[in-house]
């Protein structure tokens, strides 16, 4: 959100979606900003991003978006020491992707038993990621 200041000419809504308390985080995030966004708005003619950032706080898994394009639906995970997490899954019309989905630490499944299982309900090119993989 950083990124959405006063004189980047935002000028349409920008949803973000995720587990509670998003919602304060980016009510706290504004009114930390509060200075610099009406120092901004004021000398640079910018627009006013608070009203344009809308925060949806999900509770359980469910759709998220969907348009001609993208479908994305969440699902709650294990993910300690967080008590709400969610995976995300992405599919557009050429690919699928899975996001945030952490296997549970268990050394009786391994790397394959994860590859394969995905691979029962998706038919393109499975990567099992770990944190800061670049593919």
């Known amino acids: 959100m950083a990124a959405l200041d006063?004189?980047?000419?935002?000028?349409?809504?920008?949803?973000?979606?995720?587990?509670?308390?998003l919602a304060r985080i980016t009510d706290t995030f504004f009114?930390?900003?509060a200075t610099d966004i009406d120092a901004r708005m004021r000398d640079e003619e910018?627009?006013?991003?608070?009203?344009?950032?809308?925060a949806h706080e999900l509770r359980l898994g469910d759709p998220v978006v969907k348009d001609g394009n993208l479908?994305?639906?969440a699902a709650i995970v294990d993910h300690p020491p967080m008590a709400l997490a969610?995976?995300?899954r992405f599919d557009a019309p050429d690919r699928s992707m899975l996001?945030?989905?952490?296997?549970?630490?268990?050394?009786?499944?391994?790397?394959?038993?994860?590859?394969?299982?995905?691979?029962r309900h998706f038919h393109g090119r499975v990567i099992l990621g770990r944190d800061f993989l670049e593919v």
């Open 6 to 21: 006063a004189t980047t000419g935002l000028a349409t809504p920008v949803d973000t979606w995720g587990p509670p308390p």
């Open 31 to 33: 009114e930390m900003s």
């Open 46 to 54: 910018g627009v006013d991003p608070r009203p344009l950032v809308r």
């Open 71 to 73: 479908e994305v639906t």
């Open 86 to 88: 969610f995976a995300y």
């Open 99 to 119: 996001s945030h989905l952490v296997p549970a630490e268990d050394p009786a499944v391994s790397d394959e038993m994860w590859i394969e299982a995905a691979r």
